[in-house]
């Protein structure tokens, strides 16, 4: 666990914690916020499962550029919330050409034993229509 950022204790501070962490550059900093199992709805409509695949996915992201984003809704029902955020990141992809990706997440947070909120799915492109997985 970080000894650099406070995880959340509450779902509202969620995003603070998420842009603060992606912008520190450092995926090991982001996945203290996820759950061990947690889904990654892909953009496509795939889903993956896991620290693994999500890693992989942060770890692009981070590589390409600054997070920002605000919160839009939480809503709370004992120990699960459902949280929908706008994002955009700006960078420079691969190819150094610049990048821009955005959307409205319709994310799923569960609170742990610990009082800590974090990740259960994340589905960046919320409502966004995806081809049949």
Known sequence: ?????????????????????????????????????????KPEGRTVTGLAEMAADLKYLVGVGRLKANTRHVFTNDNIALIILDWAIDGTGPDGEHVHFHGSASDVLRRGADGVWRYLIDNNQGTAVRQPA
Do not use: I
Request: no cysteine.
């Open 1 to 41: 666990m970080s000894e650099s950022f406070s995880l959340p204790t509450k779902p509202e501070d969620m995003v603070a914690a998420l842009v603060e962490r992606f912008n520190s550059g450092k995926v090991d900093e982001l996945l203290p916020l996820y759950e061990p199992e947690v889904m990654l709805v």
